[in-house]
Nanobody, 124 residues
Framework: QKQLVESGGGLVQAGDSLRLSCAASGLEISKYAMGWFRQAPGKEREFVAAYGWSSGLTYDADSLRGRVTISRDNDKNTVYLQMNSLKPEDTAVYYC?????????????????WGHGTQVTVSS
């Protein structure tokens, strides 16, 4: 059974940093493109960052560039999302996803497996 389990969310203050983790089981992240998305209350889910499995390239949303970094540890089969200088508008549920495809990584429809999400709340 392929599973993704996110952790590391919580309540932080504006300006703080957080590192989210996504532990995979039943699949090898080295063979999947891995992405992070988020969904704020009343809004659609949006792309945050992704890591291509064949290219090793990383991608992040224009609105978050410079504040987020995606990385992975193949030995731990875990993907991370480092977020810095957090703002109240970053408050959302953050989801990890895995895709067997390695293109169009900003499009949530290409992802095959999803975690249940971890809540991040940023207070002003």
């Amino acid at each position: 059974q392929k599973q993704l389990v996110e952790s590391g969310g919580g309540l932080v203050q504006a300006g703080d940093s957080l590192r989210l983790s996504c532990a995979a089981s039943g699949l090898e992240i080295s063979k999947y493109a891995m992405g992070w998305f988020r969904q704020a209350p009343g809004k659609e889910r949006e792309f945050v960052a992704a890591y291509g499995w064949s290219s090793g390239l990383t991608y992040d949303a224009d609105s978050l560039r410079g504040r987020v970094t995606i990385s992975r540890d193949n030995d731990k089969n875990t993907v991370y999302l480092q977020m810095n200088s957090l703002k109240p508008e970053d408050t959302a549920v953050y989801y990890c996803a895995a895709s067997a495809r390695d293109y169009g990584l900003g499009d949530e429809s290409i992802y095959d497996y999803w975690g249940h999400g971890t809540q991040v709340t940023v207070s002003s």
